[in-house]
């Protein structure tokens, strides 16, 4: 529905431009009498006006899609799209399903992150020592226990294992 409603207002306008411009050309060239120039001058102006307007519509629908892109590239899902104007009473429905996606990102991301502090509540509880670390030697996380074994308030890579100890150090990062 959304999508007809842009396109019958591009076509509407595309139609305003031609028929304005047409008009002019038609009133100019073909009539050319005083009044008939003056006719083609206004409906030259009404047609660039048209075609600012067509413009201007194309432009915020852009970049309200590029907000929209945005919001999801860097999961900045705090972002709401609200018709506040003339022009995004034509929008209502994209806005609703637009703030509808950037919702259920916003559960998604929740969930998880409740599911993260979950397990590593479950980590500390646990006593044996535990790290888990990525492909690059990165440490994600490592338990109390664990901490308490290499006897390292902070660690950020295994490479400070080294100074620790080398043998453990040699096992992590095989």
């Known amino acids: 529905m959304v999508f007809n409603r842009f396109q ?6 595309l139609i305003g431009i031609c028929l304005s411009f047409t008009t002019a050309l038609y009133l100019i060239l073909v009539i050319g ?3 008939a120039v003056f006719g083609g001058i206004l409906s ?4 660039i006006i048209l075609f600012k307007y067509l413009y201007l519509f194309i432009a915020k629908t852009n970049r309200k899609l590029q907000r929209f892109i945005d919001s999801i590239k860097y999961s900045d899902f705090v972002l709401k799209f609200s018709s506040d104007d003339k022009l995004d009473k034509n929008f209502k429905g994209l806005n609703d399903s637009f703030n509808s996606i950037l919702e259920a990102f916003r559960k998604e991301r929740t969930s998880k992150e409740e599911n993260l502090q979950y397990l590593k509540t479950i980590l500390q509880q646990v006593n044996t020592g535990l790290m888990v ?8 996380l490592l338990n109390d226990r664990a901490r308490k074994i290499i006897n390292l308030r902070r660690i950020k890579h295994i490479d ?5 100890d080398e043998r453990l150090y040699k096992i992590l990062s095989s």
């Open 133 to 140: 670390v990525h492909s690059d030697g990165s440490i994600v």
């Open 8 to 13: 019958l207002q591009i076509i509407i306008y």
């Open 44 to 47: 030259s102006i009404v047609g």
């Open 160 to 164: 400070e294992l080294k100074s620790v």
């Open 33 to 35: 009498n005083f009044p």
